[in-house]
């Protein structure tokens, strides 16, 4: 019944602009910090953007001040805006739900990823 279901990936030119949207359901969205991560072809996955339970944000250093993670509660989603996008940003980008239950043990869901091509 846990679903993350992503939207807004598409082909954009260098400089240009794209917005994900991950609608969630199934469990109880306001507790989770969401994120953000992407895997290119060949490439591990990395970390691009998070957003905890109560609003606080990080971002992988090569986003900073480019790319902006929200969340509204009351709808169950979260966004990422991508402004001045390069063609290393190109890659599939997935939205996590994480909440952390001990020290040592976490729950995790996954959305099914979304294509970001930059390319002129």
């Known amino acids: 019944q846990v679903q993350l279901v992503e939207s807004g990936g598409g082909l954009v030119q260098p400089g240009g602009s794209l917005r994900l949207s991950c609608a969630a359901s199934?469990?109880?969205?306001?507790?989770?910090?969401m994120s953000w991560y992407r895997q290119a072809p060949g490439k591990e996955r990395e970390l691009v953007a998070r957003?905890?339970?109560?609003?606080?944000?990080n971002y992988k250093d090569s986003v900073k001040g480019r790319f902006t993670i929200s969340r509204d509660n009351a709808k169950n989603m979260v966004f990422l805006q991508m402004n001045s996008l390069k063609p290393e940003d190109t890659a599939e980008y997935y939205c996590?739900?994480?909440?952390?239950?001990?020290?040592?043990?976490?729950?995790?869901?996954w959305g099914q990823g979304t294509q970001v091509t930059v390319s002129s």
């Open positions: 957003i905890t339970s109560v609003g606080s944000t």
């Open positions: 996590n739900a994480l909440l952390v239950t001990t020290i040592w043990q976490r729950d995790v869901y």
């Open positions: 199934g469990f109880t969205f306001s507790a989770y910090t």
